[in-house]
């Protein structure tokens, strides 16, 4: 079962513009991880926070981790054309190797 | 070089028939796993294995067997397609340090069952 529930589902906006992403999930984890997947391609890191951390940044992502609403949302500054791609989130819990992945949040940058 | 490769990229092959997809990693990682994707993006983990060694296994059928002859490489075999085996098939290889580790993936290999 998916461990993650993603929101929106799907998301257009304007080039210049910010996208959130919210992600949902159920258990006691260790960390979250967030990945793009553009078309047709495999899934690309993007940005780890662990479990004590509450917010992180890396370039124009900014990453918060609300454990005690067991939720975490991505920020996307200033879209560009190229941000275009769906989104996921992934959970790993506690002494567990496996990481589970949340539905994803289709993003397009309108030009 | 690529990281995580698996081939072939598309398989287009009749139910009944039996398939491999191969994955080899040039990262040096420890842990390599299998992914399935559905037709609605839904990311679903199958297997994984640690130097060589099992260590997940999902409820996946047994149709569905996956081998590591070494740490670098893990492969997939299914045996009698069915139509609800038509996804794209993921690799992926991690080294997890204390629970943390980011997975790379491969470029998938879309698998169509007729």
């Known amino acids: 079962s998916q461990q993650g529930e993603e929101d929106p589902q799907a998301l257009s906006i304007q080039e210049g513009e910010n996208a959130t992403m919210n992600c949902s999930y159920k258990?006691?984890?260790?960390?979250l991880q967030w990945y793009r997947q553009n078309s047709g391609r495999g899934l690309v890191h993007l940005i780890l926070?662990?479990?004590?951390?509450r917010e992180k940044h890396s370039g124009r992502l900014r990453v918060t981790l609300d454990t005690s609403k067991k939720s975490s949302s991505l920020l996307i500054t200033a879209s560009r054309a190229a941000d275009t791609a769906s989104y996921f989130c992934?959970?790993?819990?506690?002494?567990?190797?496996?990481?589970?992945f949340g539905t994803g949040t289709r993003l397009t940058i309108i030009p | 070089d690529t990281a995580v490769s698996q081939t072939p990229k598309y398989l287009v092959t009749q139910m009944g028939n039996d398939k491999s997809i191969k994955c080899e990693q040039n990262?040096?990682?420890?842990?390599m796993y299998w992914y399935k994707q559905d037709s609605k993006k839904f990311l679903k983990i199958m297997f994984s294995?640690?130097?060589?060694?099992?260590?997940i296994n999902e409820t996946v059928p047994n149709r569905f067997s996956p081998k590591s002859p070494d740490k670098a490489h893990l492969n997939l075999h299914i045996n009698s397609l069915e139509l609800g085996d038509s996804a794209v098939y993921f690799c992926?290889?991690?080294?997890?340090?204390?629970?943390?580790?980011?997975?790379?993936f491969g470029e998938g290999s879309r698998l169509t069952v007729l």
């Open positions: 992934a959970t790993r819990d506690f002494g567990n190797e496996k990481l589970t």
């Open positions: 258990t006691s984890i260790n960390n």
């Open positions: 926070i662990r479990s004590n951390e």
């Open positions: 990262l040096g990682h420890d842990t």
């Open positions: 294995y640690n130097n060589k060694e099992l260590i």
């Open positions: 992926a290889s991690s080294q997890v340090r204390q629970g943390v580790g980011e997975l790379f």
